[in-house]
């Protein structure tokens, strides 16, 4: 059985910080994991992704203040999330995608930033 289990969403003030966390099972030989987010009446975008090998990719409203990462080992991918701004306030979905090119989605985590 496949499953993302988010954790570390919350409430927190503009310029704190939260740390994200994405545990995966039930999948083999995971090539992509990363992050999308969702902002009320808007469409889900990438925040980050990091490869297998330890490339990475951030969408340019985050760069320089989200920092990925992630542990083979434990299938597990983090987002460390500085200098948060009201606009990062969005569900958080962990994503992952195997070598065969087929893609798993978490349930999702909230995070709102307060002003």
């Known amino acids: 059985q496949v499953q993302l289990v988010e954790s570390g969403g919350g409430l927190v003030q503009a310029g704190g910080s939260l740390r994200l966390s994405c545990a995966a099972s039930g999948i083999f030989s995971i090539n992509v994991m990363g992050w999308y987010r969702q902002a009320p009446g808007k469409q889900r975008a990438l925040a980050a992704l990091?490869?297998?090998?330890?490339?990475?990719n951030y969408a340019d409203s985050v760069k320089g203040r989200f920092t990925i990462s992630r542990d083979n080992a434990k299938n597990t991918v983090y987002l460390q999330m500085n200098s948060l701004k009201p606009e990062d306030t969005a569900v958080y979905y962990c994503?992952?995608?195997?070598?065969?090119?087929?893609?798993?989605w978490g349930q999702g985590t909230q995070v709102t930033v307060s002003s």
């Open positions: 994503y992952a995608l195997d070598r065969t090119g087929r893609g798993y």
């Open positions: 990091i490869t297998s090998g330890g490339n990475t």
